[in-house]
């Protein structure tokens, strides 16, 4: 298999500091800096607002309320009005990194340790880890795909790997330099990717493909 180079296709920012985790509510960009959850019109650009709460790592959209890793805990908010409606413990307890809704599930990536964890979202209790090969950042899932990025030295990609063997089927690399913390598809042909210490938010091409592997 060889890999192929990521298409940019946009890129948001500087913000004022680094960018972690990234998701996506069908209309709006939600990504992680920290001390703040933030909310960009991708369109425009534009930021539409913030929310101030611990922020350090992955972030997830169910369909109704956000996920936000912060430190060894995962919050889940409501939207509208930034109130933690109930917390779990974090599977990486402070090592983890992205994060997905999926099936029901938290899928929670765990970097040092070089796993992607399947969550209960209502215990934190762990259903299954699959194991990379490499640092896993941000961690999405879109027509039955199973994506995450990493991140070693000045070296990034984006992984599409078999979500029962954790074998790489698929890698775009990223520039040299260019590095992918958050990760979240846009349901479509498109990434979202946080920048990590460059403060930037990022936009790359998915490969499309008519037979995609199912979450098992």
Known sequence: MKPTPAEILREYGPFSSDVHGVTFDGENVWFATGDKLNVLDPKSGEPVRSIDMVAHAGTAFDGENIYQIAESQIHKIDPKTGKVLSTIPAPGNGGD????????????????????????????????????????????????ELWHGTWQGDESELRRIDPRTGEVLEELTMPDGTGVSGLESDGGDMFFCGGGKSGKLRTVRRPRRDIAAQPA
């Open 97 to 144: 990194s992205g994060l997905a809704w999926a099936e029901g599930s938290l899928w929670v990536g765990e970097y040092r340790a070089q796993k992607i964890h399947q969550v209960d979202p209502g215990t934190g209790k762990i259903l299954r880890s699959i194991d990379s090969n490499r640092f896993v950042t941000g961690v999405t899932w879109v027509d039955g």
